[in-house]
């Protein structure tokens, strides 16, 4: 049976693995050589070159679940994400990004692309006009992130990649928060796919780690920057992310059922003035997270009256915590956190309100969740 044509949650336990020849052992054994011997047949092995046994399982399980020709892990989400950047951008060339992407990428944008001569501008909506109206004939690559943080606002990716076909730019996504369960960017025509592993594929706050899925000629120019570059994983890790993404199918599909329950005890709640969460029809683009998403993410956002540090600390089951996609469920404040440095102006421009929690969902039973959040919105 190839591992290609079965189910997603068969492709989670099974693609990749490799079978111990001699014990039979049903895991993947952990490969902790940094040194090959270089006469046998092949490529010569070396961590840095992304190619030692436990890089090459994860790599093709990460493959097969976006559903492209080539799949490589990272050591991090933004060396991932920089890699790629690096890899197809030059002196010269320019760059559009979605205006509210991750922090840590927006900042390794600005503080670094211009020492390299590339220039960059930054959208100021999420429509695929607000990205059209900033292609010249410099524009290289169009960049963006569905579900955006924190406020889970949708982007079309069918529209975003025809955009860039029809003008030979190459498209990027940064496919962290929906991970490749709820979203396959490449059945839209998207080129390029890469995740922050230490959120959802990890999925226990445990590990840091990213990866990269695209076609194989931009994969042979990503590869080549990536040795480079050398943001490469460990075995030890490469084996955690192995393990962790057997259940991925599992953990995001009860996150989703989580996540769509407390946004609707949420929304009905007289005490939360707003829900963000692309699950709820009163979502502004609920019908496009539906045709381009199968289930809607564990991430939701929600405003609450008062002091949210008092309302935060009110909370008993849920953790008070940056970071996300893991299966305990986590809450944080964009306000104390990700967008902490923007401007009271720059933040109301985006929409941010300063009594907006971002929540991860986790693996919980959904009952308890609602209970923690009612006690928590009671007193
Ligand atoms: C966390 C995160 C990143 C960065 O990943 P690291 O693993 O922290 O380097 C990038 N994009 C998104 C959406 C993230 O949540």
């Known amino acids: 049976m190839e591992v290609n044509k079965v189910k997603e949650a068969t492709q989670c336990v099974h693609s990749g693995g490799i079978i111990d020849d001699r014990t039979g052992g049903v895991v993947t054994p952990i490969h902790t050589s940094t040194a090959y011997d270089y006469l046998v047949e092949g490529p010569l092995k070396y961590p840095r070159y992304f190619n030692t046994p436990n890089q090459d399982v994860v790599g093709e399980k990460i493959r097969v679940l976006e559903d492209g020709e080539f799949g490589l892990v990272f050591s991090s989400g933004l060396s991932a994400i920089t890699t790629v ?24 944008i600005t503080s670094e692309l211009s020492k390299f001569g590339i220039e960059f501008s930054f959208t100021s909506g999420l429509e695929v006009d607000d990205f059209a109206k900033h292609i010249k004939k410099e524009t290289k690559l169009i960049y963006i992130e569905t579900p955006s943080n924190p406020l889970l606002k ?88 192995e393990r962790s993404m057997k259940t991925l199918a599992l953990r995001v599909k009860q996150q989703n059922e989580n996540a769509q329950k407390v946004a609707e005890f949420l929304e009905q709640h007289t005490d939360v003035p707003a829900v963000y969460y692309p699950g709820l029809p009163s979502h502004p683009s609920y019908a496009i997270a539906k045709a381009q998403m199968t289930g809607f993410g564990g991430m939701l956002s929600f405003e609450v009256k008062g002091d949210q540090d008092a309302f935060v600390k009110k909370l008993e089951l849920i953790k008070v915590a940056i970071s996300l996609g893991s299966v305990e469920s986590t809450v944080s404040s964009p306000l104390k956190t990700s967008h902490s440095k923007l401007s009271a102006a720059q933040r109301a421009e985006a929409g941010i309100k300063d009594n907006l929690l971002r929540l991860s969902v986790g693996i919980e039973d959904a009952e308890d969740l609602i209970a923690d959040l009612d006690q928590a919105l009671k007193n």
């Open 85 to 108: 950047l690096l890899a197809l951008l030059k002196s010269g060339d320019h760059a559009i990004f979605q205006g509210d992407i991750y922090g840590g990428t927006h900042h390794a």
């Open 154 to 241: 949708i982007v079309d990716l069918k529209g975003i990649a025809e955009l860039c076909k029809a003008n030979s730019i190459i498209s990027v996504i940064d496919n962290t928060f929906a991970s490749p369960i709820n979203q396959k960017p490449i059945h839209f025509g998207i080129d390029v796919v890469t995740h922050s592993g230490t959120k959802y594929l990890g999925g226990h706050s445990d590990i840091t780690c990213g990866a990269v899925v695209t076609s194989k000629p931009l994969g042979d120019k990503i590869y080549k920057a990536a040795v480079n570059y050398g943001g490469s994983l460990d075995p030890q890790t490469s084996y955690l992310l």
